[in-house]
């Protein structure tokens, strides 16, 4: 199986700055690179998919960018309401998850 | 509108099986696969298997082959997932997701289905 390894597990960030959170494959996986939001007892909500399409209803603030192993999701001016966790997910072989990546306020 | 709705909260004995729904609505439900995935509590997302409504062909992750089938009844839009010789370390919420085809993203996904397994 590919192994997607997540930094950093945890952020600490402010509302208005610019987070980034990074991905990598262990082996590539093209462009098939998909980014999930998920908030307590909720299912995970697409974002990204592959690499860099905005889910459509996904805020323009949310971008993403890469391909083969590395990748990444960047927030452009966080907002209050996207404190929550975030996954990648390759859907180039059977699909595997990051372990996640855990937005807080600071 | 689309969605996937789930079976409700289940719990087991170690030993026994479980076995959840996931009814489909607002699309025509032979055209996506559907995905099933867990989350244990405090842990990330693992993926169990996949069924395609249409054709039936399966494909299951080699740690759950031999304990886990997938079934659709394509006449009530429903798939479910029967995992048996249930431990304790499956105690997880199961969801069901739509994939459009090959390659795609998760794009829908169902509420989720909390299992506990517990003597």
């Known amino acids: 199986d590919v192994q997607m390894t997540q930094s950093p597990s945890s952020l600490s960030a402010s509302v208005g700055d610019r987070v980034t959170i990074t991905c990598r494959a262990s082996?590539?996986?093209?462009?098939?690179l998909n980014w999930y939001q998920q908030k307590p007892g909720k299912p995970p909500k697409v974002l990204i998919y592959?690499?860099?399409n905005l889910q459509s209803g996904v805020p323009s603030r949310f971008s993403g960018s890469g391909s083969g192993t590395d990748f990444t999701l960047t927030i452009s001016s966080l907002q209050p309401e996207d404190f929550a966790t975030y996954y990648c997910?390759?859907?180039?072989?059977?699909?595997?998850f990051g372990q996640g990546t855990k937005l807080e306020s600071k | 509108q689309v969605q996937l709705v789930q079976s409700g909260a289940e719990v087991k004995k170690p030993g026994a099986s479980v076995k959840v729904s996931c009814k489909a609505s607002?699309?025509?439900?032979?055209?996506?696969?559907l995905y099933w995935v867990r989350q244990a509590p405090g842990q990330g997302l693992e993926w169990l298997g996949w069924?395609?409504?249409?054709?039936?062909?399966?494909k299951y992750a080699l740690k759950f082959q031999g304990r886990v089938t997938m079934t659709r009844d394509t006449s009530i839009g429903t798939a479910y997932m029967e995992l048996g010789r249930l431990r304790s370390d499956d105690t997880a919420v199961y969801f069901c997701?739509?994939?459009?085809?090959?390659?795609?993203?998760?794009?829908?996904w169902g509420q989720g289905t909390t299992v506990t397994v517990s003597s």
């Open positions: 997910q390759q859907s180039y072989d059977n699909p595997t």
């Open positions: 069924i395609d409504p249409n054709s039936g062909d399966k």
């Open positions: 607002g699309y025509t439900f032979s055209d996506y696969y």
């Open positions: 082996q590539s996986v093209s462009n098939y």
């Open positions: 997701a739509r994939v459009p085809s090959s390659y795609s993203p998760m794009d829908v």
């Open positions: 592959t690499a860099s």
